[in-house]
């Protein structure tokens, strides 16, 4: 996945960035998982219930937020 200049991922809801965590990675909020595991472990043929298996802090409800947000990133980078 690209970056879209014209959509701050720091603005979503469910992802927050603390340089005093994870060495300033994106990570879902609440929790030291980065985001970038989520994607990761997607593109090695992992389902989001194995990812929220394997990372018991994730909720289910912020992966699906990041992937929504993830999928209107790539819309509006495709205008």
């Known amino acids: 996945m690209g970056y879209d200049p014209f959509m701050n991922w720091i ?33 090695d043929g992992a389902t989001v219930n194995q990812f929220l298996e394997w990372f018991p802090g994730v909720t289910k409800s912020q992966v699906e937020v990041v992937l929504e947000y993830a999928a209107a990133s790539l819309a509006e980078s495709a205008k």
Not at 24 to 36: E, K, N
């Open 11 to 43: 603005d979503c809801p469910e992802i927050e960035r603390n340089p005093q965590k994870v060495s300033g990675s994106m990570i879902f909020r609440g929790t030291r998982v980065p985001v970038a595991a989520l994607f990761e472990n997607l593109e």
